[in-house]
C-alpha cells in the first residue's frame, strides 16, 4: 500500500518536460534557426541565375504564358479552388496537406529555386526574419454583380439609375434607334441634366441630324436640352439646323446676330449688323438692330473726331480731363455720359450731343436727366445743374422741376462732393417733410432744419435741435432769435 502511494507520488511529481536554460543546444528554437541554415545553403546551391532564360512550365507541364495553357487554365479557375480544398479535406489524415491548385503563380523552376514558398513550408522565424521573400495567396473571385458592369447586362432603366450614381456606363451596346430612344425616355424621366445631356450627346454623335431632330421636336424636354448645351458649347451650325428644322426663324435670326460678339473689328461689325437689319426679328427686335448700328456708327464718327482733337491738343477738356478709354462698343448710357462729359454745350446738329443721342434713340427724360446730371456733377459744374431742373411757364415765370425727384438730386449731388450750399438748395425742393429733414439732418443742412421746424412751430425739437449746432455759431443766433419770437 505504501509502496503504491510512493509511485502515485513519484507519477505526479515527474515532468516530461524540461526547464528552458539559455545553454540548451537542442531546444525546438535552435532547431528550427538550423533548419533555415540548412534551407537557405540548399537554396544557395540551386540558385542558378542561367536558368532565368529557361521556359517557365506550369503544373499542367505546358509552357506559361502560351496560348493553348491560358485557355486550360482560365477554364479551370473557377473549379481549381473548390476541387483542392474538397482534396485537401479528404486527405486529412496523412502525412502532409494537399494544397489547392494554382494557376498562375507558381512553376517548376520557381519552386526549384525556393522563390514561391508555399505558407505551409514556412517557419515561424522565417517569417519574422526573412520579409524579402514574397508570399503569394489565392486571389478571391470577385462578386458577379461586379463583373456585370462590363457584361453589358443594364437595360436603360438600370444604366440610367447607375449614371445617376455617378458610375461609368458604357452606352455603346445601344445600337437600334429604338433601344436609344428608350434610353433618352428613361433619363428624362429621371429628371436629372447630367444624365440627359450625357445621352443627348451620344445620340447626337451616333444618330444621323435628320433623325435626331425629327426625335427631338416631340420630346421638348430634351429638346430644350440640346438647344442650351449648343448654344454653351458654341456648335453655331448644328444650332441653327436645329432651328431652321423646327421653323423657329426667329431664334435663328437671334443666333445669327449673337455672332457680332466674335467680330474684333469695329467696321467688319458694323457691315456685320447692317446685314443683321433684313433678319425674320420680331417688329421690336428689328427696332433694336436698327439702333445697335446707328449706335455704333455714331461711335465710330465720334470716336475719330475726338482722338484727332485729343491727339491736337485744341480742346480745353481733353486736356484737363484726358480720356480713359474709347468709346467704340459702349452701350447706349455710356455714350449719353461721354457724350455729357465732352460734348455738352454742343448744337443739336452735331453726331455727338447729348441732344441729339436723345432725339436718335428716344431716351426717355428720367434717364436722360440722371445720366446728365452725374457727368455735370461730376464736373462741378452747378451753373448746368441748376440750368437742369429750370423751367418756364407760358408767363415767363421759372421753376425747378426734378422727373427723378429731388430726394435722388440730392444724393447724386452729396455723392459728387457737392457743396453745402448747393445741397440746401435742392433739399429744401424736397416735398415730403419727414424725407426732408432726414436729409438735411444727414448731410448737416442745419439752415433747413431749423427752417423746418420753425415752420412746423415745434418749439421743442427746435431747442433740441439747438445743442447739435456749434455754440456762439450763425446757426445758434438763428435758433435764439426763432425762439424769442
Given amino acids: 500500500m505504501s509502496r503504491a502511494r510512493a509511485d502515485e507520488e513519484e507519477y505526479w511529481h515527474s515532468s516530461k518536460f524540461r526547464a528552458f536554460t539559455f545553454d540548451d543546444e537542442d531546444d525546438e528554437l535552435s532547431q528550427l534557426k538550423e533548419s533555415k541554415r540548412a534551407v537557405n545553403s540548399l537554396r544557395d546551391i540551386v540558385d542558378d ?10 503544373w499542367s507541364g505546358e509552357p506559361v504564358g502560351s496560348i493553348s495553357w491560358s485557355i486550360k487554365e ?73 463583373y456585370k458592369d462590363y457584361s453589358s447586362d443594364w437595360s436603360p432603366k438600370d444604366t440610367v439609375r447607375r449614371m445617376q450614381r455617378g458610375k461609368v456606363c458604357s452606352l455603346e451596346r445601344f445600337r437600334s434607334l429604338q433601344d436609344k430612344l428608350v434610353l433618352l425616355d428613361e433619363a428624362v424621366a429621371g429628371h436629372d441634366g447630367n444624365v440627359i445631356t450625357a ?89 433694336h438692330i436698327q439702333d445697335h448700328y446707328t449706335l455704333l456708327e455714331r461711335q465710330i464718327i465720334i470716336e475719330a473726331n475726338d482722338r484727332h482733337l485729343e491727339a491736337a491738343g485744341q480742346s480745353q477738356i481733353f486736356r484737363k480731363y484726358p480720356r480713359k478709354a474709347s468709346i467704340l462698343n459702349m452701350p447706349l448710357v455710356t455714350t449719353l455720359f461721354y457724350s455729357c462729359f465732352y460734348h455738352y454745350t454742343e448744337a443739336e446738329g452735331m453726331f455727338s450731343s447729348p441732344a441729339n443721342l436723345k432725339k436718335t434713340f428716344k431716351i426717355p427724360d428720367k434717364q436722360y436727366v440722371l445720366t446728365a446730371l452725374a457727368a455735370r456733377a461730376k464736373l462741378r459744374a452747378w451753373d448746368d445743374v441748376d440750368a437742369l431742373f429750370t423751367t418756364k411757364n407760358w408767363l415767363g415765370y ?42 438735411a439732418t444727414k448731410y448737416k443742412c442745419h439752415d433747413v432744419v431749423i427752417e423746418t421746424y420753425r415752420d412746423l412751430k415745434d418749439r421743442i425739437q427746435l431747442t433740441a435741435y439747438k445743442c447739435k449746432v456749434e455754440r456762439g455759431s450763425a446757426e445758434e443766433d438763428k435758433i435764439n432769435s426763432i425762439l424769442n419770437n
Fill in 49 to 58: 541565375d542561367d536558368d532565368d532564360d529557361l521556359e517557365r512550365v506550369s
Fill in 74 to 146: 482560365t477554364a479551370s479557375s473557377s473549379t481549381s479552388s473548390l476541387e483542392g480544398r474538397d482534396a485537401s479535406l479528404q486527405k486529412g489524415s496523412s502525412s502532409y496537406a494537399a494544397f489547392p491548385k494554382q494557376v498562375s503563380s507558381y512553376s517548376l523552376s520557381s519552386l526549384f529555386k525556393g522563390r514561391n514558398k508555399l505558407p505551409s513550408f514556412q517557419s515561424l522565424s522565417d517569417a519574422l526574419s526573412d520579409t524579402g521573400v514574397k508570399n503569394y495567396t489565392p486571389e478571391l473571385r470577385r462578386p458577379k454583380a461586379e
Fill in 199 to 287: 445621352v443627348l450627346i451620344f445620340l447626337k454623335r451616333t444618330l444621323r441630324r435628320e433623325i435626331l431632330f425629327r426625335e427631338l421636336e416631340v420630346r421638348q424636354v430634351a429638346l430644350c436640352h440640346l438647344i442650351h448645351f449648343l448654344k454653351e458649347t458654341g456648335e453655331q451650325k448644328l444650332l441653327l439646323d436645329l432651328l431652321r428644322f423646327l421653323d423657329r426663324t426667329e431664334e435663328v435670326a437671334l443666333s445669327q446676330y449673337r455672332e457680332h460678339l466674335n467680330i474684333q473689328d469695329v467696321e467688319k461689325r458694323r457691315e456685320f449688323l447692317k446685314g443683321c437689319i433684313g433678319l425674320p426679328f420680331s417688329a421690336e427686335d428689328t427696332s
Fill in 398 to 439: 421759372t421753376k425747378k422741376k426734378a422727373p427723378i425727384g429731388f430726394h435722388r438730386v440730392v444724393e447724386i449731388l452729396q455723392r459728387n462732393n457737392a457743396p453745402v450750399q448747393v445741397l440746401q438748395e435742392y433739399v429744401r425742393l424736397v416735398e415730403d417733410v419727414e424725407t426732408r429733414l432726414n436729409l
